[in-house]
């Protein structure tokens, strides 16, 4: 599996979360590489607006959204579920 990270997901990841909230979202992300449907992350599928993507939950409402293409794994946003669902 190959991780990538959007250009959208850096600035949102940049200007938008504590340096507490970055080091979560990294070890979310290391979960996910090794077990991407491990029951912590509640990885599911989106609807309306974001369908063809998933969501992974790094805290109770920090959530990261990305797409798989092949092999690939492209995460494309990260917020809490009001700024992702607006």
């Known amino acids: 599996m190959n ?6 997901f ?3 990841y940049n200007s938008r ?7 979560k979202v990294f070890d979310a992300v ?3 590489i ?3 449907f491990h029951k912590d992350l509640r990885n599911h599928e989106l609807e309306d607006q974001w369908a ?3 969501s992974i939950s790094v805290t ?6 990305f797409k798989i293409i092949g ?3 492209y995460f494309v946003a990260v917020g809490t579920h009001q700024q992702l669902y607006r």
């Not at 991780?3 to 959208?8: A, K, L, N, P, R």
């Not at 979360?17 to 080091?23: G, P, Y």
């Open 52 to 54: 063809g993507y998933r």
């Open 60 to 65: 109770g409402d920090l959530r990261l959204h």
């Open 30 to 32: 290391e979960l996910f």
């Open 17 to 23: 979360l504590t340096q507490s909230e970055k080091i």
């Open 3 to 8: 991780v990538y990270f959007s250009d959208h």
């Open 71 to 73: 092999d690939n794994v």
């Open 34 to 36: 090794d077990n991407p």
């Open 10 to 12: 850096d600035r949102q």
